[in-house]
C-alpha cells in the first residue's frame, strides 16, 4: 500500500486461451509469392533486417517499468505515452501498415503455399508487443476497486503474438479482417468493440483463421482500393483517443472499509444461520448472533455483560428448541434485553418477521428510537403500529426482514391481515410486553384474541411472554402452551419501608406484623410547614434531591400539581442554583414548544428542578421534561401510576403519596409497579421505596403487603362487542371457523377456556356462543348459513343444545367485514354506518367539519360534557355552509341557546349527536389554529385532554378509512377524503413540519427546531450527523441526536425499499401472463 493511502492495481483480466497468430489470423500475400524466384533471395535478407530492428524494439520496451498514475493529461500513459518510433504504439502501428502493404498485393499461388508461408513467418518474424502487465499495472486512485473480480492471468510471452495484445486491439484487428472481407458493410468499421467478451473474440479470430485461405483471393482483390484505407481511422489514435477517454473517466467511488465490515458480517450471518440450526451447544461469538450484535450493544446501551440470569434463560433448552415461553422477573431486572436478543435471532439468523407488543404509544415509539440503530447497521427493518400508523397487510419485503413494534390494538389488526393474506407463517415471533394485561378490560381481551389466532392458524410462530407482576402463570403456560422461567433478581437491592405518623418501619415478611421498626423523621417543621405538608413529604423528598432523583406517586392528577407546588414552597434558595442554567434552558424550550405559553405550576416548580408528569401535559411538554429528568436536570417528578407502567424512569427513592390510584385502594400488582421504578442500575447502590399511610389505613396496607400478586382473568366474556363478539366475527371473516362447532373448538383453546369454570356461572359456554352469534346476524354482521353438507355431521356431545345448531354455518355481511377490518367496536358500527350514509346525502366539503364529526371517536363523546355558553359562543361564530352541516346533523341554533340560558327543552335531541359536534369543534379550532394553549383557553378544557382527543380522532379516522375501504363500494368518496384528513389529524401542524414529524420520537416542539436549524426534509436528518445536531439544537442529548438520525435512515430506507419492490414488480413478467401458463402447461 501507498502512504497516501490504499491503491489497488488494476490489470485486463485476459483469459488464456488458444489464439492463432497475426499471420495465421489475417493471411495475406506475401511479396515473396509475388516475385520470380530469383528474387527470393533479398526478400528474405530484408526480412532478417526487419527481425531485427523488431527484436531490439521489444527488448526496449518489455523492460519498461510502468509509472505512477498522474492526473495532468500528458503522462497518463506512463511510459507509452510517447509515439515515437521506439513506442508501444509505434509498433502496433507499424504492424498495421505492414499488413495493409501486403494485402494489397495479389495472391497467385495455391491456399496451400499460402499456408506455408503464413508458418515461415511465425517462424522467423516473432515480433512480439509489450506485455499486457505492463500496459495495464497503473496504480488507481486510492477509491478503486477491481470491479471484474478475476484473477490476473499469467501467459508465457512469444507463445502467441496477440497474447498481449489488449482486448480492444484484439477487436480491432477483427474488424480489421471484416473490412478486408466486405468493404460494402460500413456497420461493421462502427461496432462498440467493448460490447464483445473475450471469448467471443477469441472463438471469431479462430473460426477467421480457418476460414481465410479460401478466401483469400476476394480480400485481396478488394482491400486494393485506396479509398478503403482512407476511410479507416488509424488504430494509433483510436486507442490514444480510448485510452484518453479511459483516463479521464470517472471511477465509482467505494469504501473498501465499509464493504469489507459489510463482508464480514454477511459471514457471520451466514455462521449464525448453520449455528441456530444445528444442534450444537456451540452459541457463537454473541447467542448465535454475529459479533457486530455485541459492539453495537456496548456502543448504543453500554451493555458489555449480560446477568447471570439473562445467560440462563437464553441458554434454555425450550429456548434452543423455540419452544413458547413464559419468563418473570422484577422490574428493572434486564427482561427486555433477552427479548431484543431472542428478536435478532429470529431475524437475522432465521430469516422470518418479529412482531413486538408494546402496552403504550409512548413505549412503542421509544423502542423504535432504541432498535432503529440496530436496523440500520444489521440490515432490518424497523416499522411503527401505533395510532394511525401502519399499513395493512404489511409490506411484504422479499430480502431484509421487518420488525413490527406495534399496540395491543394494532398489532390485532396486523396479525388479522396476515392471516387473511395466508402470511402468518412469515411470522417467526411474536413477543409480548407486560403480559399481565391480558387480565385488563377490552385491552386484555384484545391482546387474548391476538394470541390465541396465532396459536391456532401458525405452528410455525413462536410466542414469548414476559412481565414483572405474574401471579396465576399456570393457566398463562396452558393457553400458550409455554414454559415458565422466574428469577428474583435484581441488580439493585430494594427497600421497601412504610411510614406512619413520624415513624418509619422496614417490610419484612419474617416480622410478627410484616415490619419492623426503622428510624424517626429528623426534620425540624415550622407551624404553618406542618399543616402544609402533615404526610412530611418535604422531608422525605430533601433527603434524596438534588443529588438524586425521586418520584412522588399522587393518587390523582390534580393532586400531583398541588404536591409539586408544595414541595417547592419549603425548599431552599440553593436549590435554584442547582443546574441553574439548563433549567433556565428547559424553561426557554417549553415556552418555544408551546407558541410562547408556558404552565404556571411549571414555571414556579421548574426552577427547582420539580415537575409534574400526567396526561394532562401535551406530548412535546411531555418528551421534555422525560430528557431532562434523564439528564438529572430535574430530580423530582410528582406523577400518577401511569408512569409506572409507561417509559423508563427509574429513581433513588420512590414515594407513594396514598395507599390508593383515584378513589380506589391499590392494587398489589400497581403497587409493585411503581416501587419497581426505584433503584437505577449502574447509578445507584440500592433503591428505597416509602408507602405513606394514615392509621386506618393500617390493617388493610398490612394485609396488601403480605398478599401475594393478583390472578389475571379473561375479560372476553365482559366485554362483548370488544370482546368474545369481536372475535367471532373476525373468525368467521377470516375463515379461521365457519360453523359453530369449530368456534367451540377454538373458544377452549383460548384463555377464556382454560379458566372458563371459574368464569362461567350463569350460562354455558354453549349459550354464550349462540347468544353472540344470534346478537351477531340481527346486527346484520353475519348471516346464517343453513345448508350444510353430510361430511359436517359430527358427533353430538351432550353439552350441544341441538344437533341442528351445532351444524348451523355462518358467512360475513360486507357491513361486517368492513367492521372487523377497521376495528370498530360492534356497538358503534351500524351507528357509524348510518352516519356514513347520511352524510353522503349532503356532504359538506367547504370545509372540514362535516369529516371530522364523522371521525369524532364515540366513546369520548358519550363522556363529554359540553360548556353552553362557549358552545352557543362557537356556533354563532360559524359560516353559512358549517351551519349547514349543523343543521343536517339535527343540532338547531335554539336548542343550543335555551341549553346555554338554562331553560327547560321540551324537543328531544339525541344527546350523544349534540356531545359529539362539541367535541368536533374543538377539533375543528384545533386544525385552523394548531395551537392547543389557545383551544384549551378558548374552550376550557386541559391542554392534555384536546392532545388525547386529538390522538384519538386519528386513530379513529384511520379506522374510519379502513372501513370504507374495499367492502362497501357506496363509500367510495370517503376513502380520498380520509386520507388527507387522517394526515392533518395524525400531525395537526404546518405542512412544512409533516416530513420531519414522521420520524419517530420528533414531535412538534422538536421539529420547529429542526426546520429553523435548516434540516427541512427526511433526506436531510437522514445524513445528519449527531454532533452537529447536539450544538444547534437546543436540549438535545448525544443519545436522543443518533435515535432522531438512526430512524430517519431507517425510515428513508424504508420508503427506498418500497419504491424499489414496486419498480421490480412492475417489470417482472406476471406468473398468469398468457403463453407462461401455457409452455408450463406443456412442460406437465
Not at 407513594?656 to 449502574?682: C, E, H, S, T
Not at 443519545?1039 to 431507517?1050: E, F
Request: aromatic content about 8%.
Amino acid at each position: 500500500m501507498e502512504e497516501g493511502g490504499p491503491r489497488i492495481r488494476r490489470r485486463v483480466s485476459v483469459r488464456k486461451r488458444s489464439r492463432p497468430s497475426i499471420g495465421s489470423s489475417f493471411a495475406a500475400p506475401t511479396a515473396a509469392e509475388l516475385k520470380p524466384s530469383d528474387e527470393k533471395d533479398q526478400g528474405e535478407e530484408e526480412k532478417e533486417e526487419e527481425e531485427k530492428e523488431a527484436g531490439s524494439r521489444r527488448r526496449r520496451t518489455v523492460d519498461v517499468r510502468p509509472a505512477e498514475n498522474n492526473d495532468s493529461e500528458e503522462d497518463m500513459f506512463g511510459d507509452y505515452d510517447s509515439f515515437a518510433e521506439n513506442s508501444f504504439l509505434a509498433q502496433v502501428d507499424d504492424l498495421e501498415q505492414k499488413y495493409i502493404q501486403l494485402a494489397e498485393h495479389r495472391k497467385h499461388d495455391t491456399d496451400l503455399a499460402t499456408e506455408d508461408l503464413c508458418s515461415e513467418r511465425i517462424r522467423h518474424n516473432k515480433l512480439s508487443i509489450a506485455a499486457v502487465d505492463s500496459l495495464t499495472e497503473l496504480k488507481t486512485d486510492e477509491h478503486t476497486k477491481n470491479p471484474s473480480g478475476h484473477d490476473d492471468v499469467c501467459i508465457e510471452p512469444g507463445a502467441d503474438l496477440l497474447f498481449d495484445v489488449p482486448s480492444s486491439q484484439v477487436l480491432y484487428f477483427e474488424n480489421l479482417q471484416n473490412s478486408s472481407n466486405d468493404l460494402g458493410d460500413l456497420s461493421s468499421k462502427e461496432k462498440d468493440w467493448s460490447s464483445f467478451s473475450h471469448k467471443t473474440v477469441s472463438e471469431k479470430l479462430l473460426h477467421n483463421s480457418i476460414a481465410q485461405p479460401q478466401q483469400a483471393d476476394d480480400s485481396a482483390s478488394k482491400v486494393r482500393t485506396s479509398s478503403d484505407v482512407n476511410r479507416r481511422k488509424s488504430l494509433k489514435d483510436q486507442i490514444k483517443s480510448a485510452m484518453t477517454g479511459n483516463a479521464k473517466a470517472q471511477t465509482p467511488i467505494f469504501s473498501r472499509t465499509k464493504q469489507l465490515k459489510e463482508t464480514l458480517l454477511s459471514e457471520e450471518i451466514n455462521v449464525a444461520k448453520k449455528t441456530i440450526e444445528s444442534s450444537s451447544d456451540d452459541l457463537g461469538p454473541f447467542y448465535s448472533l454475529p459479533s457486530k450484535v455485541r459492539d453495537l450493544y456496548v456502543q448504543l446501551k453500554g451493555i458489555e455483560k449480560l446477568y447471570e440470569w439473562q445467560h440462563t434463560c437464553l441458554t434454555l433448552n425450550s429456548v434452543q428448541e423455540r419452544k413458547n415461553l413464559i419468563y418473570s422477573l422484577p422490574t428493572s431486572g434486564g427482561k427486555t434485553l433477552v427479548a431484543e436478543i431472542l428478536i435478532l435471532q429470529e431475524l437475522l439468523c432465521r430469516q422470518k418477521d418479529v412482531l413486538l407488543i408494546l402496552p403504550y404509544v409512548a413505549i412503542v415509539q421509544e423502542k423504535i428510537s432504541g432498535l432503529s440503530s440496530f436496523g440500520v447497521e444489521l440490515g432490518f427493518f424497523v416499522e411503527e403500529y401505533a395510532g394511525s400508523k401502519g399499513k395493512f397487510p404489511p409490506i411484504k419485503r422479499r430480502e431484509k426482514k421487518s420488525l413490527y413494534i406495534a399496540t395491543i390494538e394494532k398489532g390485532h389488526s396486523l396479525v388479522n391481515s396476515l392471516i387473511e393474506t395466508e402470511r402468518i407463517n412469515s411470522l417467526g415471533l411474536v413477543v409480548v410486553d407486560e403480559l399481565h394485561m391480558i387480565g385488563e378490560g377490552s385491552r386484555g381481551a384484545v391482546l387474548e384474541m391476538t394470541l390465541a389466532k396465532i396459536l391456532y392458524t401458525s405452528k410455525t410462530t413462536q410466542i414469548i411472554g414476559m412481565s414483572a407482576t405474574l401471579n396465576n402463570v399456570e393457566d398463562l403456560q396452558e393457553f400458550l402452551q409455554a414454559e415458565y422461567y422466574t428469577s428474583q433478581f435484581r441488580p439493585v437491592e430494594l427497600k421497601e419501608y412504610l411510614k406512619i405518623n413520624s415513624s418509619i418501619y422496614e417490610v419484612d415478611s419474617k416480622a410478627e406484623n410484616g415490619m419492623t421498626f426503622s428510624r424517626l423523621l429528623n426534620f425540624k417543621y415550622s407551624d404553618t410547614l406542618k399543616k402544609m405538608d402533615p404526610d412530611h413529604l418535604v422531608a422525605l423528598v430533601t433527603e434524596v434531591i438534588p443529588n438524586y432523583s425521586c418520584l412522588v406517586f399522587c393518587p390523582t392528577k390534580k393532586n400531583c400539581e398541588n404536591v409539586a407546588e408544595m414541595i417547592c414552597k419549603f425548599l431552599s434558595k440553593d436549590y435554584l442554583k442547582h443546574r441553574e442554567e439548563e433549567k433556565l434552558e428547559l424553561i426557554k424550550n417549553l415556552k418555544n414548544i408551546s407558541s410562547g405559553n408556558l404552565c404556571p405550576v411549571l414555571k414556579h416548580t421548574v426552577p427547582f428542578g420539580v415537575a409534574y408528569h400526567h396526561s394532562g401535559l401535551t406530548s412535546d411538554e411531555r418528551k421534555l421534561l422525560e430528557e431532562a429528568y434523564s439528564m438529572g436536570v430535574l430530580c423530582l417528578f410528582t406523577c400518577t401510576s401511569t408512569l409506572a407502567a409507561g417509559v423508563n424512569l427509574p429513581a433513588r427513592r420512590v414515594i407513594l403519596r396514598a395507599p390508593y390510584v383515584g378513589k380506589d385502594f391499590i392494587k398489589r400488582n400497581q403497587y409493585k409497579q411503581m416501587i419497581g421504578r426505584a433503584g437505577r442500575a449502574g447509578i445507584d447502590s440500592a433503591g428505597e421505596s416509602i408507602l405513606i399511610l394514615q392509621e386506618k389505613d393500617k390493617k388493610q396496607v398490612l394485609e396488601f403487603i403480605s398478599r401475594p400478586l393478583e390472578n389475571c382473568y379473561s375479560h372476553l366474556i365482559q366485554e362483548l362487542t370488544k370482546g368474545i363478539q369481536t372475535l367471532f366475527l373476525s373468525l368467521i371473516g377470516l375463515k379461521i371457523t365457519t360453523n359453530i362447532g369449530d368456534i367451540y373448538h377454538f373458544m377452549n383453546g383460548t384463555f377464556f377456556g382454560v379458566q372458563q369454570k371459574i368464569l362461567l356461572k350463569e350460562k354455558s359456554l354453549w349459550e354464550i356462543i349462540i347468544d353472540s352469534l344470534r346478537y351477531l346476524t340481527e346486527k346484520g354482521l353475519l348471516q346464517k348459513d343453513t345448508l350444510v353438507m353430510e361430511k359436517d355431521l359430527l358427533q353430538k356431545d351432550t353439552i350441544y343444545k341441538s344437533e341442528e345448531e351445532f351444524q348451523c354455518t355462518f358467512h360475513i355481511t360486507k357491513l361486517g367485514r368492513a367492521s372487523f377490518k377497521g376495528t370498530i367496536d360492534l356497538a358503534y358500527c351500524d351507528i357509524l354506518y348510518r352516519d356514513l350514509k347520511k352524510g353522503l346525502e349532503g356532504l359538506v366539503l367547504e370545509s372540514f367539519l362535516h369529516l371530522i364529526y364523522l371521525t369524532t371517536p364515540y366513546e369520548m363523546a358519550s363522556h363529554c360534557h359540553p360548556d353552553w355558553m362557549i358552545y352557543f359562543r362557537q356556533f354563532n361564530q360559524l359560516s353559512p355552509a358549517e351551519q349547514n352541516v349543523v343543521s343536517l346533523l339535527g343540532v338547531s341554533e335554539n336548542f343550543i341557546g335555551k341549553k346555554a340560558s338554562g331553560q327547560a327543552i321540551k324537543k328531544k335531541v339525541d344527546k350523544d349527536i349534540v356531545n359529539r359536534l362539541y367535541l368536533s369543534f374543538v377539533l375543528y379550532t384545533l386544525l385552523r389554529e394548531t395551537n392547543i394553549w389557545s383551544v384549551s383557553e378558548k374552550f376550557n378544557m386541559p391542554r392534555g385532554y384536546i392532545q388525547n382527543l386529538l390522538t384519538g380522532a386519528a386513530a379513529f379516522a384511520s379506522c374510519v378509512l379502513h372501513f370504507c375501504e374495499q367492502e362497501l363500494e357506496e363509500f367510495w368518496v370517503y376513502r380520498a377524503l380520509l386520507v388527507e384528513l387522517t394526515k392533518k389529524l395524525t400531525y395537526c401542524v404546518k405542512a412544512e413540519l409533516i416530513p420531519l414529524m414522521e420520524v419517530t420520537g420528533v414531535l412538534e416542539g422538536r421539529a420547529k427546531q429542526l426546520y429553523n436549524a435548516g434540516y427541512k426534509s427526511l433526506v436531510h436528518l437522514a445524513n445528519a450527523d449527531p454532533e452537529v445536531l447536539i450544538k444547534t439544537i437546543d436540549h438535545l442529548s448525544r443519545r436522543q441526536a443518533k435515535q432522531i438520525v438512526s430512524s430517519a435512515k431507517m425510515l428513508l430506507h424504508e420508503k427506498a425499499e418500497a419504491l424499489q419492490e414496486e419498480v421490480e414488480e412492475l417489470l417482472r413478467l406476471p406468473p398468469d401472463f398468457p403463453g407462461t401458463v401455457a409452455s408450463s402447461t406443456e412442460k406437465a
